[in-house]
């Protein structure tokens, strides 16, 4: 299955100056739990915006600059390629950014949303979910406490 997971705010606000607007702990810890022991593809600025790979994951890493050649990652030159590593028989996780997702959705079968129930400026935004296309088939609401500034709820989607 490729499963594309992003926390995502009311306006489907991904982030600005490639970092995240928003720090949600139990949204890290859900992320490490779905993604850890699987494949992860992304975009060159995803993958350098982490201060180091993220661990017991393999990194795909999909950039045009053919001189690109980050320590312990695959990398290709586009989404078709970084799926075609993945073993068929396992969840693959798309990280982002914003013209990954874009790229991925054709290709995906789940989504996992973290919405953030908060609207942000930004400069990158996750695609539109097409109600058409989707099926919300799970949420968990969560509310902002000492740790979390903002409510949230994880969504789950399945392709129609």
């Not at 790229?103 to 949303?113: G, R």
Request: proline share 5%.
């Amino acid at each position: 299955m490729i499963i594309m997971i992003a926390a995502v705010a009311e306006n489907n606000a991904l982030g600005k100056n490639n970092e995240l607007v928003w720090h949600l702990p139990n949204d890290f810890k859900r992320f490490k739990s779905l993604t850890t022991n699987h494949h992860i593809i992304m975009g060159r600025k995803t993958f350098e915006s982490f201060p180091k790979p993220l661990p017991n994951r393999v990194h795909v890493v999909i950039t045009r600059q053919t001189d690109y050649h980050p320590e312990g990652c695959i990398v290709v030159d586009s989404i078709e390629k970084a799926i075609a590593v993945c073993p068929e028989n396992e969840d693959s996780y798309i990280i982002g950014g914003g013209e990954i997702y874009n790229l991925a959705l054709p290709y995906s079968d789940i989504i996992e949303i973290t919405k953030v129930h908060h609207a942000f400026e930004a400069d990158t935004f996750f695609p539109e979910i097409n109600k058409n296309e989707w099926q919300l088939v799970e949420t968990e609401e969560n509310f902002k406490d000492e740790k979390h500034l903002y409510d949230y709820t994880y969504e789950t989607y399945i392709r129609l």
